[in-house]
């Protein structure tokens, strides 16, 4: 079975969560930066042959690569708690909570103060209610 959270666990995580989702959108920036760089240097590099293109699009896949890892391991330190990373660009988070013998979802948004919402596993954020 999926690790469970009570209540008082996932809001003691808040706190850890909000400083790792906060890290983590410097380097979401810096990667989307990246990815319209590149595409502009390949659009560069079709149009004219490539000359120093190519040198300058394996530096800059390497750096893309680098802050990739560097956001893959934030989320996998997320995830090896437990927590669901719904959307990570936005903040959005799930802690797998039993209620009434059934599987569902405490919701945390980045931003939040606390976990103040709950869903069921179909219903999404959507279907967010209050605690």
Same mark, same amino acid.
């Given at each position: 079975m999926? !690790? ?7 809001? &003691? ?6 400083? !790792? +989702?906060?890290? /983590?959108q410097? *380097?979401?920036?810096? *990667? &989307? !930066?990246?990815s319209?760089?590149?595409?502009? @240097?390949?659009?560069? /590099?079709?149009?004219? $042959?490539? $000359? ?5 699009? !394996?530096?800059? @896949?390497?750096? @893309? ?5 560097? #956001?893959?391991? =934030?989320?996998?330190? #997320?995830?090896?708690? $437990? #927590? *669901?990373?719904?959307?990570?660009? %936005?903040?959005? +988070? ?8 059934e599987?569902?979802? =405490?919701?945390? =948004?980045? $931003? ?8 069921? /596993?179909?219903?999404? +954020?959507?279907? %967010?209610?209050?605690?």
């Amino acid at each position: 079975m999926a !690790t469970t959270f009570s209540i008082e666990q996932a809001r &003691d995580l808040v706190p850890w969560l909000q400083e !790792t +989702f906060d890290a /983590m959108q410097p *380097l979401v920036g810096k *990667l &989307d !930066t990246l990815s319209r760089e590149a595409d502009l @240097r390949y659009r560069e /590099m079709r149009s004219d $042959g490539g $000359g120093g293109a190519e040198t300058e699009s !394996t530096e800059a @896949r390497k750096v @893309r690569q680098e802050v990739e890892g560097e #956001i893959r391991d =934030l989320v996998d330190s #997320i995830v090896e708690r $437990g #927590i *669901l990373v719904k959307d990570p660009r %936005r903040g959005l +988070f799930d802690f797998p909570y039993e209620w009434q013998d059934e599987l569902v979802y =405490l919701c945390w =948004l980045a $931003g939040e103060p606390d976990i103040g919402y709950w869903h069921t /596993m179909d219903s999404g +954020f959507a279907g %967010r209610q209050p605690l």
